[in-house]
């Protein structure tokens, strides 16, 4: 069986590189195609009680330094930031990455796989829809930043 077949079942590796690769520029494209219209969405009530957890977490630890993966449009980053929390927000679209920055947010265009910051730079991750775009053995490298 060629190595780069796509394999299945629990365990087992499930694309080579170039088809990781394919399926993210396919989710690069399709962020970038839908950023405006989430622009507009409004946060649902229910990410707003977990932000003020988290937000409340964080303040009970002295913790005020944030990375954002998978920003989208920075809805959230931008009420995190309002709650005096120093955000970095990342996202794989360069539009997304655009709208962030309109809002004032520090914000990069970066794979959540392949993250270019020092282990310890963030005192905590947030990431609401965004890791199941990452593949499992790519996990606890993310957590460590």
Request: a positive charge; glycine letters at 6%.
């Amino acid at each position: 069986m060629d190595e780069n077949a796509i394999k299945g079942g629990r365990g087992k590796r499930f694309g080579s590189e170039k088809v990781e690769e394919q399926l993210k520029n396919q989710l690069k494209e399709s962020y970038n195609k839908v950023a405006k219209i989430r622009d507009k969405s409004p946060i649902q009530q229910w990410k707003i009680n977990e932000m003020n957890l988290f937000v409340n977490e964080l303040a009970d630890l002295g913790q005020t330094k944030l990375l954002d993966l998978g920003a989208g449009p920075g809805l959230q980053s931008l009420y995190f930031q309002q709650l005096n929390i120093q955000v970095t927000a990342i996202d794989l679209s360069s539009e997304m990455v655009r709208l962030c920055k309109e809002k004032g947010i520090s914000a990069h265009e970066m794979d959540l796989s392949n993250l270019q910051f020092e282990n310890g730079t963030f005192d905590a991750v947030w990431s609401m829809n965004s890791l199941l775009h990452v593949p499992k053995k790519s996990l606890r490298p993310i957590l460590k930043t």
